[in-house]
Antibody, heavy 124, light 107 residues
Framework: EVQLLESGGGLVQPGGSLRLSCAAS????????MSWVRQAPGRGLEWVSGISGSGGSGGNTYYADSVKGRFTISRDNSKNTLYLQMNSLRAEDTAVYYC??????????????WGQGTLVTVSS | DIQMTQSPSTLSASVGDRVTITCRASQSISSWLAWYQQKPGKAPKLLIY???SLESGVPSRFSGSGSGTEFSLTISSLQPDDFATYYCQQYNSYPCSFGQGTKLEIK
């Protein structure tokens, strides 16, 4: 059974940093691309970042324009874990952040499994 | 970037009704479209991919159709569990993008 468990959310001041983690199980983690998708309170879904699958620890990375230069996605295939380092946080980054498994090794595909989400609140 | 527009934004219907939600892309995306269902406080769930392929375990009352720029999700006979918000997503090109959502309410 595929499971994705996010952690690391919380309350942070504007300009601060936070690192989200997503522990994956039930599939061959390295063989699939992974993404972060967020949802602001009462709003729709917004793709944030993705990383392709790979045989090593890395992969090609992709970002939405709204987070480029501030967020960094990475993966540790030895730990079956996806990360999102978020710096220079803004109030508009407040959202539930979902970890999502992509259906293939490439980033631009549909998402077949989602985690339960972790809430990030940026406020002073 | 490709923009996705869903209609209607809100749909009121009754158990047993047949309902259709439409999704339009700002440019052709071939059949690279998925549909998701989301209930309050829960993660989205994949229903349909590649415009018309039913995800394993999803009831057959859900169906998808379309190609190019016009797509639809149809629920043949609404069940109480189907009242939720539905999103379309294009994955023809980077960055992938979602529609704004359609909230399906009980009439």
């Amino acid at each position: 059974e595929v499971q994705l468990l996010e952690s690391g959310g919380g309350l942070v001041q504007p300009g601060g940093s936070l690192r989200l983690s997503c522990a994956a199980s039930g599939f061959t983690f390295s063989s699939y691309a992974m993404s972060w998708v967020r949802q602001a309170p009462g709003r729709g879904l917004e793709w944030v970042s993705g990383i392709s699958g790979s045989g090593g620890s890395g992969g090609n990375t992709y970002y939405a324009d709204s987070v480029k230069g501030r967020f960094t996605i990475s993966r540790d295939n030895s730990k079956n874990t996806l990360y999102l380092q978020m710096n220079s946080l803004r109030a508009e980054d407040t959202a539930v952040y979902y970890c999502a498994k992509v259906s293939m090794i490439v980033v631009v595909q549909h998402f077949d499994y989602w985690g339960q989400g972790t809430l990030v609140t940026v406020s002073s | 970037d490709i923009q996705m527009t869903q209609s209607p934004s809100t749909l009121s219907a009754s158990v047993g009704d047949r309902v259709t939600i439409t999704c339009r892309a700002s440019q052709s995306i071939s059949s690279w479209l998925a549909w998701y269902q989301q209930k309050p406080g829960k993660a989205p769930k994949l229903l349909i991919y590649k415009a018309s392929s039913l995800e394993s375990g999803v009831p057959s009352r859900f169906s998808g159709s379309g190609s190019g720029t016009e797509f639809s999700l149809t629920i043949s006979s609404l069940q109480p569990d189907d009242f939720a918000t539905y999103y379309c997503q294009q994955y023809n090109s980077y960055p992938c993008s979602f529609g704004q959502g359609t909230k399906l309410e009980i009439k």
